[in-house]
């Protein structure tokens, strides 16, 4: 069983910072990326940052302000999120990309974690 655990969230003031973290954990073969999107009420749910062997990609409305790091030996994957702004209020979820053994089938599979808000807000 494939699990994201999910923790950093909370009440900040704009200009302030959160880190979240999110741990992955399962029997997965190979981790292609993760991820962290948001969902603000109303909206829909959005890419915020992703990281892979490949790089990193940002939301334009995040660049310069949000860090996306990862431990690759544990499988953990970081969100270092600056000068925080209202409308960074949201749900964040992390996302992981991986390929799995079903039998003698390789898969790949999309997981997602349960979410953890993060309000901004004076």
């Known amino acids: 069983q494939v699990q994201l655990v999910e923790s950093g969230g909370g009440l900040v003031q704009p200009g302030g910072s959160l880190r979240l973290s999110c741990a992955a954990s399962?029997?997965?073969?190979?981790?292609?990326?993760m991820a962290w999107y948001r969902q603000a009420p109303g909206k829909q749910r959005e890419l915020v940052a992703r990281?892979?062997?490949?790089?990193?990609n940002y939301a334009d409305s995040v660049k310069g302000r949000f860090t996306i790091s990862r431990d690759v030996a544990r499988d953990l994957v970081y969100l270092q999120m600056n000068h925080l702004e209202p409308e960074d209020t949201a749900i964040y979820y992390c996302n992981i990309y991986v390929s799995m053994i079903d039998g003698f089938t390789r898969t790949t599979n999309e997981f997602w974690g349960r979410g953890t808000q993060v309000t901004v807000s004076s």
């Open positions: 399962g029997p997965f073969v190979t981790l292609y990326h």
């Open positions: 990281i892979s062997d490949a790089g990193t």
